[in-house]
């Protein structure tokens, strides 16, 4: 029976994390699991492209929360990775570095609540009691996910009240020195933070998962969409590349199949999407869902998009630093995301990346900055994706990611000159590439951005008004390795029950 004929228990749209990991666990349930993806490569956001022979990851620089006993290491057992996977420890005592215009000091972000106590401290004499303050609260909000600590149910998240704390006002709050408060948020790439806007426990769920452990993985993350895939098949699940899902077809209030853009239906009991959300209420046709609902969803904001330099470096020229560098050149790390034609880039998050193949050097490094899909307007009509669809946005928008990369090559060489020597080439992506290789509206970095100030309008659920519907992926817990990874749980909860998952899960590790 061919894909087209066939009926699934299961059909995930899109193999990013969500999708594959929602589709490993309803495998190994014995459900008969069949994943649609548009692209080539499967995992979304774990796809990794070579140039020039070196490996360049695009939406995974590091994972935190890998250490024994920790959360994504017990996820990952369960998922059969922890001992497939290629990792390497960032350093201890710095895995993330922030740095600031007119001031030598490296500050650092150290694993390990100790020591990234004890290390701030040394860096802020007299702020101990603050940034002790500031860990605890860390860890309190994280006390309030159950499954980020592989607990059943839920606590009532409203009742906490840090769902309604800006994480800006937070910060600004336990302590009195500006730099110590650009330090502390000084790795907001890391969520897209906006000032006014991001909510305390975003930043808590990001930052907690980094400094428990901090890891890269070495040679790609894409690893982690092979490992899973592979196990996915073994459990006679079906992944079928080059298959682009453009709408879905009703029987009564249920979805009966999913179309291609190819005209194939495929059809399925329960339909999962692991897309962008927007899209995904695109592809119900009007009549099916309420007005409202689709307005909902369809009025969130998404996270802004990015900038990013890929830089290959002349072989054996820069020695390995182990550790992401952040800087800025503005004095509120809040800024950097506010920016116009003549300010940008106010800062850059760079990723050294770790080859087994060239140990003791770094062959290539990452740079990003925080880019607008409003600069995209002139060349918002063509999709680009290697090999499927091939179009040319011709030669003013190379130009543009010209000057944008030189840009970003002044503000790097300013910070770091010795690098000057070293690029052998370098290549460049646009918000228009994550659009259309993520399939997202806009080229969102992370999905949706929570809001503070209406925090449920931001907490999307699995289900959908769709009896046979449910959602998966960064868009309905949080974005990243981890988040996505417990959102895979949160969803095949509808269909198998919280509790009985996690039990499984815990034995699993
Ligand atoms: C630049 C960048 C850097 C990042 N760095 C880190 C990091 O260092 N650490 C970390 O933990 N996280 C990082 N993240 C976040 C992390 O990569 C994502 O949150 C996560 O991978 C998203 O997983 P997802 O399941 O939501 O799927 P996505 O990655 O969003 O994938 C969705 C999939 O659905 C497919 N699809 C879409 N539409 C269709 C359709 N119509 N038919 C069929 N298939 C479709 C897409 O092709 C894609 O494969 C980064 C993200 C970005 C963009």
Redesign the pocket.
Known sequence: MGLTDSKYDIVI?????????SAYTLSKEGYKVCV????RQ??????IFSRDKVIF????????GLSEGQNLNRYFKYFGLMDKLKLKQMDMDGFDIVTFPNDPIEYKHAQGYDNFIRSLSEQFPGEKENIESYCNKMREICSFFPLYNLEAGSKDLLAAKFLEIDTKVYIESITNNKKLQNVLAGTNP?YAGEANKTPLYVHALVVNTYIESAWKCLDG?AQIAKHLSDAIKKMGGEIHNY????KFNFSGSDIKNVE?TDGRTIGGKTFIS???LS?TMD?IEPGHIRQAYRHRIQSIQNTTS?F?LYIVLKKGTLPYFNHNKYHYDIDDVWDAINYDEDTWPKGYAM?PQYSSKNPGYTDSLIV?GYMKYSEMEAWADVINIIPNKVNSRGESYEEFKERKSQLLFKTLFAHMPHLKGNVESYYSSTPLT?RD????RDG????IAKDFRDPLKTFISPKTKVPNLLL????LNL??????TV??VVTCSELLGQEYLIKKIAEAS
Do not use: P, R
């Open positions: 749209i899109g193999s990013g994390l969500g999708g594959l990991c649609l993806e548009k692209n499967l995992g979304g956001s774990l796809q990851d695009t939406g995974i620089h590091y994972i935190g890391l993350g298959c682009e899902a453009a291609l692991n897309c962008d899209k592809m990015s990013i990723f990003m994550y290789y993520i399939g997202s969102t970095l992370y999905g998966t992926g960064q868009n974005h990243g390795v981890l988040g996505v959102s895979s």
